[in-house]
């Protein structure tokens, strides 16, 4: 049974760190690209970023450039999100998913699995 679960979201202040992680279990960890997405309440899920197996190729969505950070574990099956500089606009929930993908790294439809989402919340 494949299972994504996600932990580490928080209530933090503008300008603090979070870390994510997103625990996987029920497949090939090593040989999935692994993503995160958010959601914001009232809006659409949106891409956050993603690495392909082995760490080849990490992807990120323009808003997060130089402030997140995606990593993998391949041993603990364990993904990755450092948020740093966060804003009160990126208060959402937080999803991992997985998928046998190397391009379209972007489209949530590209991916087969996903988590129930953590939620992350940044006050001013």
């Known amino acids: 049974q494949v299972q994504l679960v996600e932990s580490g979201g928080d209530l933090v202040q503008a300008g603090g760190s979070l870390r994510l992680s997103c625990a996987a279990s029920g497949f090939t960890f090593g040989s999935y690209t692994m993503g995160w997405f958010r959601q914001a309440p009232g809006k659409e899920r949106e891409f956050v970023a993603a690495?392909?197996?082995?760490?080849?190729?990490?992807e990120y969505a323009d808003s997060f450039l130089g402030r997140f950070t995606i990593s993998r574990d391949d041993a603990k099956s364990t993904v990755f999100l450092q948020m740093n500089s966060l804003k009160v606009e990126d208060t959402a929930v937080y999803y991992c998913a997985a998928g046998r993908l190397v391009l379209g790294l972007n489209r949530r439809t590209n991916y087969d699995y996903w988590g129930q989402g953590t939620q992350v919340t940044v006050s001013s």
């Open positions: 690495i392909t197996w082995s760490a080849a190729k990490t």
